[in-house]
Nanobody
């Protein structure tokens, strides 16, 4: 089970940090990712992190967003800086129990319920 926290309303140029708390004994073995879905659009990859610390990002968020994890707290974070209205979406965390992290939405086993991020201009 994954539970996201930290969404909300922020002005353009502002920052938010999303958290996703997981249950399960083998969290440290998981690959983790953040996706987002804007109204009328498909769910898209944002960032991913492997169990070894490898990270990958959507090009448009590189340098602005940072994914990180705390295995002791079974939590994955997404620090979002320099937000723009184009970042407005429902953000989802996802996990996969085996294999490398990927941008392919179909490869993830578990999903959170999503948290709304709204960036005003």
């Amino acid at each position: 089970q994954l539970v996201e926290l930290g969404g909300g309303l922020v002005q353009a140029g502002g920052s938010l940090r999303l958290s996703c708390v997981a249950s399960g004994r083998t969290f440290k073995e998981y690959s983790l990712a953040w996706f987002r879905q804007a109204p009328g659009k498909e769910r898209e990859f944002v960032a991913a992190m492997g169990r070894d610390g490898f990270t990958d990002y959507k090009n448009s968020v590189k340098g602005r967003f940072t994914i990180s994890r705390d295995n002791a707290k079974k939590t994955v974070y997404l620090q979002m800086n320099s937000l723009s209205p184009e970042d407005t979406a429902v953000y989802y965390c996802a996990s996969k129990s085996s294999g490398l992290p990927t941008a392919d939405v179909s490869r993830y086993d578990y999903w959170g319920q999503g948290t709304q991020v709204t960036v005003s201009s």
